[in-house]
Structures are given as C-alpha cells and as structure tokens.
C-alpha cells in the first residue's frame, strides 16, 4: 500500500508547511506532549507494558482502554450467553460446545488479552498462545444441562496488510467449516472486523458470533438478529477524549496530576468533562484507561445512535490553534477507521486542534517514521505504532529533532 499523509483541514495541509505561531514555538519536540494510544508500548514478546518508554518524560501517557478487564467482559458475556441458550446452540447434539477462536494479533496486548479472558472464562486455556489449547472446560446452563466446551482451532489473522486481517478471517474460516462442520456452535473473535469476515462464510446457517469493538457494521448484523450476537464497546469516545483531554489541559498550562484529572474527575480549564464512561488513571504505566461495556441486542441501537459525549459542551477559549501529528498504524484497520478516527475528528472544534495524520501500512514501521517529520512544527504527537516494542524509536525521532 502506498504511504498516505493525510489532513483533515479544509487547507491541504503537508507536514513540511505547517507552522506553529506561538505557545510552543521554541520548546524542543522532546518535551512537547508524547500520547500513545490504542497500541501499548510493551516489552518484546511479553504483554508487559514498558516503562521505560513511558518514563521518557513526564508528558508521555497512553490513552486507551482496559484491555484485561475488557477480555474478561467478552468471556463473561459469551459464557452468559451459552448458559441461556446452549441446547439451541448444540448443532450436531453431541453435548459439546464447540468453538473456533480468530486472533488479532499475537504482538498487542488488546488481542491477547481478549484471548485470555475469553479461554478463561470458557475453562479451554490460560495463556494467548494462537495454537489451540488442549483443556476442555464445562458450562451447566440454565436448563441444568452440562456441555463440554472445546476449542477447536484458532490462528493469528494476518497478511500482507498487516494483523487482525478480516480477509484471512474469512478464508480460514472457510477452511474451518471444511475441517470442523457442525462441530462448530460458536464463534469467537479478538474483533469485529474478524467477526464479520467470518459471518460471511455461514453459508444461511446460524453460529453464534461474538467480536469486540462496537463498530457501527457490526452493530446493525446484531439488529439484523443473525448469527452475530453481541460485542464490546471499549468505549471510543471515552478514548479519543482522554488524548484530547490530556493535550487541553497542557495547552492550558496544567502539569501534574492535573493533566490526567481534570476533564476526567473535575471539569477542565474550558468546563468539559468526559461524562460517557469512566476513565482509570494507572500510574505505574502511565496510562489513562476507559472503562468497557457489553453490547447485545438489547443495547445495539443506542450505541448505534453514537451520541456525542454529553460532557464535552464547550468550546476552548484559547485562540491559538494546536498543530498535532497524529499517527495510525495501518489505514485499513476497521476500529481505528471506522470508530476511533471520525471521533477524533467529531471533537477537534472544541479543543481548537489542527490534526495531521500518518498513515502506515499495517506492517513496516518506517512507513509512518518516514513521514514522522518536520517534528518541530508540532505542538503535540500522538502515536499509534505498527510494532508496539517500537516506542523508543519515535521518541528518538523526536530526541534528534530537539
Ligand atoms: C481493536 C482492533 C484493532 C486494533 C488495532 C484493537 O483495540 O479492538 O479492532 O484492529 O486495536 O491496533
């Protein structure tokens, strides 16, 4: 794919020309606001976040979600949905639940933590290893009926696009059908994106199907009362609003705690405060962590509604307009283009904010480093890397450029 750099200004802006008049102006890249976001820096082959990384300087932070909790939710709500209505799902009668488990990405923590909880909750594994566990659990449903749970396959969805690939999804979803036929009741995924890949291959049968983010195409299949059957929300706009939030109140002359508390516990310099969900301030690892909530039938059409937050009303009072670099991993991915992306965009007016956006292709880092750039006529970067044990190197981008 080829490398996008892409503004959301009415202006065609490239990253070479932009300038920033003032406020920051002077101050070196290295201590201008740092935000990871939805990819944690971690360390290498661990889901251990890095501290060092993120103790880079005292304005850098990661702004996204509770990746355990938000994996535990999923299990919680499959296992409450298999208790309710295991007979039904029992395909081929042979009282065992068999299910098939699609991988985002075995490298980021979000996956392996959906991986975890959900194996955790089903009784199949503990671990987010993408070779299919070889424990068995049991549900007793509602009906006071023990079912065998299995597993009976799962893999990284990959390609040459990068991780968490609905298209592969899809084919091998297809090879599964082939392998497994009506031993397969349920459908797990680390994604929506994922999920829908693999809806697509039912063929009219309906499979339970249960992925994670909320997005607005997966929102109306569960209206559509087929086979998918609920979600996580991990809240976006509670997200984009922490990075926002964050970047506010250092424009605003905050430091300290006051930084990561107000627009969150206490009403920011301009009156906002995110009101949508809870946000978690985890100071070990600096990070800023909204809370998840379960997505079904019951709710889909109000998170469908995709109401702004009720608590960001206001509009800044500062005149000077903020540039901010903004990075994506890859511009195919359907969370972050689908949800995160047009949220960010939804809120920019009341923080007086002028974004440049990086895209990636899924899978080289330097497809966005090369265009990490011109680094000083920026007020703030906000990153979101291909790699996630990739931190260091943008913050030695932005060491150079200081
Ligand atoms: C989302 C995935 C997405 C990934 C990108 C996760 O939090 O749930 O859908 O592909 O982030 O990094």
Same mark, same amino acid.
Request: hydrophobic share 35%.
């Given at each position: ?5 892409v503004s959301?200004a ?10 920033s008049?003032g406020? %920051? =102006?002077g %101050?070196p =890249?290295?201590e201008?606001?740092l935000i990871f ?9 661990t889901s ?5 990384v @993120? ?12 990746a355990v909790a938000g994996?535990e939710?999923?299990?919680q ?5 298999i208790k $309710?209505?295991?007979a039904? @799902?029992?395909r081929n009668?042979?009282?065992?639940i068999?299910?098939?488990?699609a991988?985002g990405?075995? =490298?980021?923590n979000d996956s392996?933590a959906r %991986?975890?909880?959900?194996r955790?909750?089903?009784g199949?594994g503990t ?6 566990a070889?424990?068995?659990g049991?549900?007793?449903a509602?009906?006071g009926?023990t ?5 009976l396959?799962?893999?990284e969805?990959r390609?040459a ?5 609905q298209?592969?999804a ?5 090879g599964?059908?082939?392998?497994y036929?009506d031993?397969?009741?349920l459908?797990v995924?680390?994604?929506d994106g @994922?999920?829908e890949g693999?809806?697509?291959?039912y063929g ?8 994670y983010?909320?997005n607005a195409?997966?929102l109306?299949?569960?209206?559509q009362g087929?086979?998918m ?5 991990q809240?976006h706009?509670?997200?984009v609003l922490?990075?926002l939030?964050v970047?506010?109140?250092y424009f605003d ?8 508390t107000?627009g969150?516990?206490?009403p920011d ?6 009101? =949508?969900?809870s946000v978690a301030y ?10 998840n909530?379960?997505?079904t039938?019951?709710n889909?059409q109000?998170v469908?509604?995709?109401?702004a ?5 206001n509009t800044t009072?500062?005149?000077?307009t903020?540039?901010?670099?903004w990075?994506?991993?890859s511009?195919t991915d359907?969370?972050?283009?689908q949800?995160?992306?047009p ?5 920019l007016?009341?923080y007086?904010? $002028?974004?440049?956006w990086?895209y990636?292709?899924g899978?080289?880092?330097?497809s966005? %480093?090369?265009?990490?750039v011109?680094l000083?006529?920026y007020?703030a970067?906000?990153v979101? @890397?291909v790699?996630?044990?990739s ?11 200081s």
């Amino acid at each position: 794919m080829k490398k996008k750099l892409v503004s959301i200004a009415a202006l065609a802006l490239v990253a070479g020309v932009v300038t920033s008049c003032g406020g %920051t =102006s002077g %101050t070196p =890249s290295n201590e201008k606001p740092l935000i990871f976001y939805n990819r944690q820096p971690l360390k290498a082959g661990t889901s251990d976040v890095d501290t060092s990384v @993120m103790n880079w300087s005292d304005l850098t932070f990661y702004g996204g979600f509770d990746a355990v909790a938000g994996g535990e939710t999923q299990g919680q709500m499959i296992v409450d949905y298999i208790k $309710e209505h295991a007979a039904e @799902m029992d395909r081929n009668g042979d009282g065992t639940i068999g299910y098939v488990l699609a991988i985002g990405q075995n =490298s980021h923590n979000d996956s392996m933590a959906r %991986t975890i909880g959900v194996r955790t909750a089903l009784g199949t594994g503990t671990t987010a290893d993408d070779t299919t566990a070889t424990g068995t659990g049991s549900i007793t449903a509602n009906d006071g009926v023990t079912y065998t749970i299995k597993e009976l396959a799962t893999q990284e969805m990959r390609d040459a696009a990068g991780p968490w690939s609905q298209t592969v999804a899809a084919s091998t979803m297809a090879g599964w059908i082939n392998q497994y036929g009506d031993q397969i009741d349920l459908v797990v995924s680390n994604n929506d994106g @994922m999920a829908e890949g693999m809806i697509g291959q039912y063929g009219g049968a309906v499979i339970p199907t249960f992925g994670y983010d909320a997005n607005a195409s997966t929102l109306e299949l569960i209206l559509q009362g087929g086979s998918m059957k609920g979600t996580i929300s991990q809240n976006h706009h509670a997200q984009v609003l922490t990075v926002l939030e964050v970047l506010r109140n250092y424009f605003d002359g905050a430091t300290g705690a006051d930084l990561y508390t107000k627009g969150f516990t206490t009403p920011d310099a301009s009156g906002n405060q995110i009101k =949508s969900a809870s946000v978690a301030y985890d100071s070990t690892t600096k990070a800023l962590l909204a809370e998840n909530g379960i997505v079904t039938i019951d709710n889909a059409q109000s998170v469908l509604n995709d109401e702004a937050d009720p608590g960001i009303v206001n509009t800044t009072s500062d005149t000077e307009t903020r540039q901010i670099l903004w990075t994506v991993y890859s511009a195919t991915d359907n969370f972050l283009n689908q949800s995160y992306v047009p949220t960010v965009q939804r809120y920019l007016k009341y923080y007086n904010f $002028e974004v440049t956006w990086v895209y990636g292709d899924g899978t080289a880092e330097s497809s966005i %480093t090369n265009n990490f750039v011109n680094l000083e006529n920026y007020d703030a970067y906000v990153v979101n @890397m291909v790699e996630t044990t990739s931190g260091a190197l943008y913050q030695d981008l932005l060491d150079q450029a200081s």
